[in-house]
């Protein structure tokens, strides 16, 4: 699978999405991703905006408890006998739950 591209200024954030949908496609469908040469379909897609999302402040020190880290994309997969999309969306969000728990920041879980 060929990596996103990547137009926000996140570095190395393709990386991490490639290893993420990855991981999850061959986790919870019966496809394997293998290389361009043997690939029945690709998908591919871009980057588009990625930000944080401030949900909840401390009282007490007027700093972020809890964030919201909102990553949007447009997508295409494509079949590649046909040259035909399956299914594509622009401008696709999801994000994932950032929670401070003494001066440490850890993703909670993916919404």
């Known amino acids: 699978m060929p990596l996103f591209a990547n137009n926000t200024y996140d570095r190395g954030l393709e ?4 290893r993420a949908l990855v991981a999850e496609i061959e986790s919870s469908t019966p496809y394997k991703v293998t290389g361009g040469g043997t690939a029945d379909t690709m998908l591919r897609g871009k980057i ?3 930000k944080l999302v401030e949900i909840s402040k401390s009282v007490s020190t007027g700093l972020a408890l ?3 880290y909102k990553v949007t994309i ?3 997969w494509v ?3 046909t040259g035909e999309p399956i299914a594509a969306r622009n401008s696709f969000a999801s994000s994932a739950l950032l929670a401070n728990i003494r001066s440490s920041t850890y993703i909670a879980r993916a919404i």
Do not use: I, P, R, Y
């Open 79 to 81: 079949d590649l006998a």
């Open 15 to 18: 990386k991490d999405l490639g």
């Open 48 to 50: 588009t905006d990625a």
């Open 74 to 76: 447009d997508f295409e």
């Open 66 to 68: 809890e964030s919201l």
